[in-house]
Each structure stands twice: as C-alpha cells, then as structure tokens.
C-alpha cells in the first residue's frame, strides 16, 4: 500500500507566489527560459534553470551551473522569497485550464514504494537526464521538480480535499498562460492523519504519470548518501491525482533524417504497413492506429494496417506500433531513448511546432500521435510492461517553486 508523508514545505511568501512560480525546468530549453525570466529575478527560473545566469556557457550541465541553482536558492530563502514551513503539512494544489479544474494533493512520497514497484513506473529513463537531476539535487540539497502521480480515485480522499477547499488557499493567481493556481495548506493534525492512513489503506499503488527522471534521480541520490545522512532523502517530491481527473495529451516526435532515404522513397517504403493519404492541412489523429506526419511541406495521415502490428497491451499502442514499423524499420532509430536523431514535442506545443522544427531544416519529418489513455498507462504499468519513451503529456502542468523539499535538513 502507498506510504506517503506531510512535509516541510520551502515555499514562496504569499506576495511573491505569481512571481517565484515557473513552468517546469523540462519543458522550456534554456533560450526560452531565458525570456521567460528576463526582468524577474524571482522566478524560480534562476534556480531551475539557472545557466540563464550564466551568459556564453557552453556546457549547460557543468558544475558551474548547478553550484548557481544553489546560490540562487540561497538568496530566494535570505531575501525572504521563500519560507520554511514550521510543521509538517499536506498541500493541496487546483489548476484550472479552459475551464477544466484538476486538483493533486501534494506530499512526499517513499522511497522504498518506488524501488518496490508500489510506485509503478511505464517508461525507461534516459541516463543523461537523469544525471542532470541527481547533480541539481545534491548539489542544491533540494527536490524542486514535482513527479506526477496518479491513483485510481478513492472518494473518502476527494471528500477530505474538496471540504478542505473551502477554506482561503495560501495562494490563488493566475499565470501568463491563462492556467490558474490554487494552493492550501492543510495543517490540522486529524486530517493529516486521516490523509495518509487512507493512502496506506485504500492506495494499493500509485503510478508515475510524468516524472520518471526526477523519481530515478531521487533514488539514486538516496543510494548515493551515507545512511542516516538525511532522513528526508527517504522521500521525494510528489502530486498526487486521482484518475478520473487527469487529462492525456498527444506526445510528438521529430527526427532529424530519413535514414539514408529520399522523400520519395520513404514514403513509398510506409505503403508496406499503412494506408497513406494526403492532407490539405495539418493533421491531428483522432482515433487510434491514426497518425498524421509531416513531409516535404505536405501533411499525411497514416493509419496502420490490419495484421502489421501486435495485439498485446504493449503492442497495441500507438506509439509501440509507430516504433516499430517506421522509427526502427525505415529510420533505423532502436532506442529512443539515447538516439540524438529523434526529439519529442508535447502536445500543448500544437501542430504549428511539428511544422517548424521541419520548415527550418532542422527535422526531416514529424509524427502526430493519439493521445494514450489513462486505463493503458494503469495496465502496462501493472503488467510490469513499459511504453516506448515519452508516450504520455500531461497538462496543465504543476508549476516548478511553489512547493519545494528540502533534503539535507
């Protein structure tokens, strides 16, 4: 059963929330975390993304850089920006997008669930990634990147949050993208307990939905210290969202070549697996087995063929089927998780971004997807199977800053 635990919060002092609040570190590169902060030095931007301090350098990984995120953090807590809270509390985290309410309860989550499969995982990790986590954590001595999970719904737990909602939030406000926060904190003693003995009845298992990186990342800095180093590091910095209320988007993918082909021979070579047929305008998928893609200035919807691929829980999915009979078969890709010729592009980004990366010369061609579904995400991680990486975007997203977890005190 799930073990979770309230903690003490480093967050913002109420008047600085909107100010400090940031979108994650993984969803903007460097340039656009840059214009992001440009004229904020509160943004928890300085901390994330913190080479943005650091005009001309090369390696964005460098120790350089993370020994920054770690004096901008320190300035955030002796300038005030940030405050330590003085017990331990559940905080529970409302983002509403076009109209669409999603509400996480926001705890430490242990580490001893997530190498006990209790927090299944559905993809592999990339070692490069996680390594820029476990730097930026020891180094810093804090969790600053929220990991996404999800739970099938329990309702004694969505009754807890939704009366608890009806006090004042420590923070409400809404951000440049239109995406409103609102943060409590729960801090009476009956309800906390109430909180985590019905996870640790009611929870059998909790899934990672997005955060894969940063949950290997805090393991493997649990493993790293001396026992007894820090009890904190026993646990690491998670939301927690009841099924029936997350949202899957679309997760794209560009590669940079055809492999050795030309336009023309490798659409001909997707006849073999797909039904192919010209778009006048920009194709997103809507129905399984559907993909669009992006060639030569054209729009193309692909849909798989009977018999081409497998019936499995794994096999079935689009991303698997894509994997298998394009990016491997034609594009030579066979781990997507290390190849530096295939990036991904949430969906939030929109078609337009697909488009680009191809229009600049940047990308060859571009895959629309079908978004997974949530019963998929539950049933491959409880068959011990995982997906083909980056299958599953998730919005709106938790904002980096607001909750952080400190691990060395």
């Not at 299944?120 to 996680?130: L, V």
């Not at 070579?269 to 998928?285: G, I």
């Not at 709106?396 to 691990?407: E, F, N, S, V």
Request: charged letters at 25%; aromatic letters at 10%.
């Amino acid at each position: 059963m799930a073990t979770i635990q309230p903690f003490k919060a480093l967050r913002p002092h109420t008047s600085f929330a909107a100010a400090v609040a940031s979108p994650p570190y993984d969803v903007l590169n460097s340039s656009e975390a840059a214009v992001q902060a440009k004229g904020n030095g509160s943004s928890f931007l300085h901390v994330t993304k913190s080479e943005i301090d650091l005009p001309g350098i090369s390696d964005i990984h460098s120790a350089e850089v993370y020994e920054m995120a770690k004096t901008n953090l320190e300035k955030f807590i002796t300038d005030g920006l940030l405050l330590r809270e003085d017990k331990p509390c559940y905080y529970i985290y409302e983002l509403v997008m076009n109209g669409r309410e999603q509400t996480g309860l926001v705890a430490v989550s242990s580490v001893d669930d997530y190498e006990n499969d209790i927090i299944r995982k559905h993809e592999f990790t990339r070692p490069e990634k996680e390594q820029d986590r476990i730097n930026h954590i020891r180094t810093t001595g804090a969790q600053t990147g929220n990991v996404f999970l999800a739970y099938r719904d329990v309702q004694e737990i969505n009754d807890i949050i939704e009366n608890w909602k009806q006090n004042k939030p420590a923070y409400d406000f809404t951000a440049q993208d239109n995406i409103s926060h609102r943060v409590w904190v729960v801090n009476e003693d009956k309800t906390i307990n109430l909180i985590s003995e019905l996870f640790r009845n009611k929870v059998p298992n909790t899934y990672i939905a997005d955060g894969h990186h940063r949950a290997a990342s805090a393991a493997k800095v649990r493993k790293s210290l001396e026992k007894g180093h820090s009890e904190n590091a026993n646990y690491f910095l998670t939301t927690l969202f009841p099924a029936d209320q997350l949202h899957i988007m679309d997760y794209n993918r560009v590669i940079k070549d055809l492999n050795g082909l030309t336009e023309a021979d490798f659409l001909r070579a997707l006849y073999d697996d797909f039904e192919v047929e010209r778009m006048p305008a920009a194709f997103s998928p809507t129905r399984l087995h559907e993909f669009g893609m992006y060639l030569g200035g054209q729009w193309f919807k692909l849909t798989a063929k009977e018999g081409t691929y497998k019936t499995d829980p794994i096999g079935v999915l689009d991303v698997t089927i894509l994997s298998e009979l394009v990016l491997d078969k034609l594009l030579g890709i066979k781990d997507q998780r290390t190849d530096k010729r295939i990036d991904f592009v949430g969906g939030i980004r929109g078609l337009g971004e697909l488009e680009g990366r191809v229009n600049s010369g940047e990308m060859a061609v571009a895959f629309s997807l079908h978004p997974v579904s949530i019963q998929q995400l539950f049933d491959i991680a409880d068959s011990g199977n995982v997906m083909p990486p980056k299958s599953t975007w998730f919005e709106p997203k938790l904002r980096d800053g607001l909750l952080t977890h400190l691990i060395y005190s």
